[in-house]
Structures are given as structure tokens and as C-alpha cells.
């Protein structure tokens, strides 16, 4: 076997990849820290705050949940949400991605993974989840989305923000 054959059959082997597996956590009446993030932090949810409203609205018509405190940015957002079924959080994130992209016209190149899937480039493929195990957790997490407008710049005084409920 040429060394060529062995670098080749290396390099195929590398290539095929398997996705992380995650593993989330589901616990009954338990809240969730939950951040989602746009495609290359694209600064688009601010300007099309109206389109992400109603992405929500439609949301909430097929899941139960509340939002107990939520953060919006141009590029991202922070949420605290308690899920009625705890097993639906996931697909509330889902819900909320998915009528958002739906309606929101995206000229950018996107990769070719996304284009198999008929995804726009308009979110990151995942999010971040934390299980919120007590109050003083829950208040780490507030806390942490109050400053966010601070800490990015966009106002001097966290209370200026009004894309914020907390």
C-alpha cells in the first residue's frame, strides 16, 4: 500500500465526523436559562423586532410557557422560560427559530450543510440551556441578562434598554 493510499484513507476517515451528542437536562417544574444566537452575530433582531414578537406569539400557540425574564439584542437573546411540559423546550426554541427564519429575507451565502437542510442562514444551529437549580441561580441569571446591554455597550444605564423584561 502506497503512502498516498494511507494518507488518503486518513484524510477520508478524518472528514466523517459525528455531531456532539448533548445531553440536556429535563426536570419538571424547573425553568431554563436558554440563549440563542444569530448566524454570525447578525445584528437583525432589533431592526425586525415585530417579525420576532410574532415568532413568539406563534410559539406560544402550540406550546405552554412563560416568560419569566427575557433579554433581546441585535445579535442574540437571553430568556428565562418555564415550560408547562418540560420535554418541550426544545421545541419551543425550535418554534421560535423556525417562524422567525420563515419570514425574515436573508441575502447571505450560506454553507453547504445548511442548504441540504433548507436552513437559512439565520440562527446558530444550537443554543445554550442551563437548568435553574434554585433562586440564587435564578438570580445569577438575571442579573447576568440586566448588565448584557451594559456590558455590549449599547446604553450606559440598564434601565435605558427597552428590549428588556425582567
Known amino acids: 500500500m502506497s503512502i498516498c493510499h494511507i494518507l488518503n484513507n486518513n484524510l477520508?476517515?478524518?472528514?466523517?465526523?459525528?455531531?456532539?451528542?448533548y445531553k440536556r437536562l429535563f426536570l419538571d417544574g424547573h425553568s431554563y436559562y436558554l440563549t440563542m444566537v444569530t448566524h454570525r452575530r447578525n445584528p437583525i433582531l432589533i431592526d425586525n423586532i415585530e417579525l420576532l414578537r410574532n415568532s413568539f406569539?406563534?410559539?406560544?400557540r402550540f406550546y405552554g410557557y412563560s416568560i419569566?425574564?427575557?433579554v433581546i439584542l441585535p445579535d442574540h437573546i437571553h430568556m428565562i422560560i418555564t415550560p408547562k411540559n418540560?420535554?418541550?423546550?426544545?421545541?419551543?426554541?425550535?418554534?421560535i427559530k423556525y417562524n422567525f427564519s420563515r419570514h425574515f429575507n436573508v441575502e447571505e451565502e450560506?454553507?453547504?450543510s445548511r442548504h441540504n437542510r433548507k436552513l437559512k442562514p439565520v440562527w446558530q444551529k444550537r443554543y445554550y440551556e442551563h437548568t435553574i437549580r434554585d433562586e440564587k441561580d435564578y438570580i445569577r441569571c438575571v442579573e447576568y441578562m440586566r448588565d448584557n446591554p451594559l456590558k455590549?455597550?449599547?446604553?450606559k444605564n440598564e434601565e435605558e434598554w427597552e428590549y428588556m423584561s425582567t
Open 86 to 95: 418540560v420535554m418541550d423546550y426544545p421545541k419551543i426554541i425550535k418554534s
Open 110 to 112: 450560506q454553507s453547504l
Open 68 to 70: 419569566d425574564a427575557i
Open 12 to 21: 477520508k476517515s478524518s472528514l466523517h465526523f459525528k455531531m456532539a451528542k
Open 57 to 60: 406569539r406563534e410559539s406560544k
Open 152 to 155: 455590549h455597550g449599547y446604553v
